[in-house]
């Protein structure tokens, strides 16, 4: 193939990459506590043509990492004394199944044994590794440090945690992260502030959502345009070109 | 390509079930001692493209590997048991609960079912029923002949009869407490039972320290649904649903594209 066709059908290839993590977003718009995908270009290129005289001919575009963007996403009020939400940077900290897991998710409940749980029953992390075990059925109140106290009586603090490199994050679905390497621990949240009787919105979606399918969509329609050039160029290279003295 | 359609398709699911939730609070705006319902959603699995640390080349590696999510799915819609605002009716057996404590009602087939729903009237035999007729649990009886009922706070009914000054006592209603609430089972009629997720009731009396609160005479507790929120819920939702369809639509125009490419 000549390096037009190829470079423009590996520039295909990653849009298809980028509209799949278009549609994740979409598809989010209503999840509390999601974070939207965004996508890095750059340009593979190929071993045996590195450093060659022609090093466009062998360098390709390929979606080499998604970030996830860690914007805020709007609170939305719900009265709920189990539901927390955060601003600024940093997440909350749960038990789950196989070590710690950290989600923005705030829409905890209580166990019948009263314990401080996630959805999808794992137990919220408090300081000191503590989880927390309420006494009465009396309503819950956390102060915007996150110190829960019931019927006056101080129960502890949810452990709020930020990350050096939000980048060594994986998400895990159910709107969990997971720490990439143990290396990257966290420590603790210095700018999050925590509201009761909120949720984070998802911050995907809407304009800037539509704007990026657009974008995507004409993006693809240029390179499919690319290769149809492409193909006439070889087929006049091949049909008229070599139609000598004829 | 196609992961971008199903991860599409999942959120319009989505967008439906978060309609159908945002209708029934809708049709229950005003049905007395309803609590509204809020849906959430989650996203799915992420696949890995491309692991952590991969070659990207002779000299790089990938510092953080490529996922795609799968869509989303929906992970709950949990009832809110915010309190209701009252209405004044003056019927003597219409009664709320200020604080976050149930009626008991013994149901037709004998179970327990607990209601926020306080709008009781007399059977044939003077018990106290709920409008489909099951009874109140602990029973209470106000013979035929009473001529005016008083409910207390702490629940005590009593009522008076003809040609008697002192008030005769009917008995106490109960008022059931779960640590959950959001984990009860909607039986319609504005009926719970509980389950394993909700824990099981601690029964006492109103105005007890357990906060299940004290009963409020002749006042109806109206739906929770905020009918304003729910048309913003509606919007929002109509928008999502819109977006995603969009998204099918681009993956279809661009696997159009694709297939045009041999021409």
Redesign the interface.
């Known amino acids: 193939m000549d390096p037009l066709t190829s470079i423009a059908a590996s520039g ?1 290839q990653a ?3 980028s ?14 506590g ?1 974070k939207g ?1 965004r996508e890095f270009y750059s340009t ?2 190929a ?1 045996e043509l ?1 450093g060659s005289a022609d090093p466009i001919a062998g360098e390709s575009p390929v ?5 996830v963007d860690f914007s805020q996403g709007l609170l939305q009020p ?3 004394s189990t539901d927390v939400a955060l601003t600024g940077t940093g997440f909350f900290a749960v038990n789950g199944p196989s070590g710690p897991l950290y989600t923005r ?1 705030g ?1 905890f ?6 314990v401080l749980i996630t ?2 029953g794992y137990p919220v992390r408090l300081t000191n590794n503590q989880t927390l075990q ?1 006494q ?3 309503p819950l109140v956390i102060d915007p440090q996150g110190e829960i106290t019931q019927d006056g009586a101080d129960l502890g603090q949810l452990e709020l945690v930020d990350f050096q490199n939000p ?2 994050l ?6 969990y992260f997971s720490a ?1 390497s143990p290396q990257a621990g966290p420590g603790p949240a210095t700018s999050a502030t925590v509201y009761q009787g909120k949720l984070e919105a998802s911050n995907a ?1 809407g304009a800037k ?2 704007v990026r ?1 657009v974008t ?2 004409r993006q ?2 240029t390179l ?1 345009r690319a ?2 050039i492409g193909n006439d160029m070889n087929r006049q290279a091949v049909e008229v070109v070599a139609r000598v003295g004829s | ?1 196609i ?3 199903y ?2 398709a ?2 319009m699911n ?2 439906e079930m ?1 309609i159908d939730n945002i209708a029934n609070n809708l049709a229950n705006a005003n049905t007395a001692g309803y609590k509204m319902r ?9 696949q890995n ?2 692991q ?1 640390g991969a070659s ?3 000299q790089t590696t ?11 799915r929906a ?2 819609n ?1 009832v ?1 048991f ?1 309190q209701g605002n009252f209405t004044q009716t003056d019927n003597p057996l219409d009664l709320v609960i200020q604080g ?1 404590g149930f009626f008991q009602i013994r149901r037709a087939d004998g179970t327990l079912a607990y209601t926020r729903a306080g709008n009781f009237q007399l059977d044939r035999n003077g018990n106290m029923v709920t409008a489909n007729g099951d009874t109140l649990e602990p029973q209470i009886t106000i013979p035929s002949t009473a001529q005016s009922i008083t409910i207390a706070l702490d629940g005590t009914v009593s009522y008076t009869l003809p040609n008697q000054v002192s008030a005769q006592k009917a008995g106490q209603i109960q008022l059931a ?4 609430p ?2 009860l089972n909607s039986l319609g009629n504005t009926l719970y039972q509980p389950t ?5 009731p ?1 029964v006492g009396n109103p105005g007890g320290p ?3 609160g004290t009963l409020m005479q002749g006042y109806t507790e109206q739906s929770n649904v905020s009918v304003v929120e729910e048309f913003v819920n509606l919007i ?2 109509q928008r ?1 649903y819109e ?2 369809s ?2 099918v639509k ?2 279809d ?2 696997y159009q ?2 297939n ?2 041999s021409q």
């Open positions: 295909l849009h298809m990459d509209l799949d993590i278009a549609a994740n977003n979409a598809a989010n718009t209503s999840t509390t999601f995908d593979y290129v071993p590195a979606v080499e990492q998604p970030w719900t009265g709920v998710n829409n409940q209580i166990s019948p044994a009263g959805s999808d309420t009465s059925n009396s980048k060594e994986n998400k895990m679905g159910l709107t990439g979606g959502g539509a399918l995507l969509m693809f329609d499919q290769i149809k | 390509m992961r971008a359609l991860s599409a999942s959120g989505a967008q978060n809020r849906a959430q959603f989650q996203d799915l699995m992420y493209m491309l952590p990207a080349g002779q990938v510092p953080a590997g490529l996922q795609l999510g799968l869509g989303t992970a709950s949990e809110i915010t976050n407490l779960f640590q959950n959001a984990g394993d997720a909700s824990g099981d601690q357990e906060g299940n929002q939702s999502a977006a995603n969009r998204v681009a993956a125009e661009m594209q694709v045009q490419l």
